[in-house]
């Protein structure tokens, strides 16, 4: 048997904030979901001004992040015509998300979970997911620091 790790509630609360101060940054209202490394969905935020029809998105991304183990945006590169995935987005009756703004959330080689950003253009939700992602990985490096170094 082998032990898989996972972010938690509070991973998943931490991301969320990190991804709305990222947002707030920009100045770009967002729908942040985080999901397991299956794809259940952990925390789900929707900033006041954020699209509504985009929340869905942002779940997808967040999925597709954490199931392909690959950030969204690479596979929107890679999924145009005549490139090798084209044609991805339309498996699994069509959830696999192309758009950036989904990230997997590594800790230690392992993904643990990822973060789906949607409400802005791709750019920005991509920006916003990597922010969040750079700043929870800074954050569990100062957690699990020894006192003192």
């Known amino acids: 048997m082998r032990a898989v790790p996972t972010l938690d509630a509070e991973d998943a609360a931490q991301l969320v904030g990190f991804a709305i101060g990222a947002a707030k940054a920009l100045g770009v209202p967002q729908n942040v979901a985080v999901v397991d490394p299956a794809g259940a969905l952990l925390a789900f935020h929707r900033m006041d001004g954020a699209k509504p029809y985009t929340a869905a998105f942002a779940i997808a991304k967040a999925r597709t992040a954490a199931g ?52 802005g253009t791709v750019h920005e939700d991509a920006e916003i997911a990597d922010r969040a992602v750079q700043d929870f990985g800074d954050y569990i490096t100062r957690a699990t620091r020894p006192a003192g170094s």
Request: no cysteine; aromatic share 2%.
């Open 68 to 119: 392909l183990h690959v950030a969204t945006q690479r596979l929107a590169e890679i999924a145009t015509p005549g490139e090798r995935g084209f044609g991805l987005n339309s498996l699994k009756g069509g959830d696999v998300a192309i758009l950036g703004g989904g990230v997997p959330v590594v800790v230690d080689g392992a993904v643990v979970g990822a973060i789906g950003i949607s409400s």
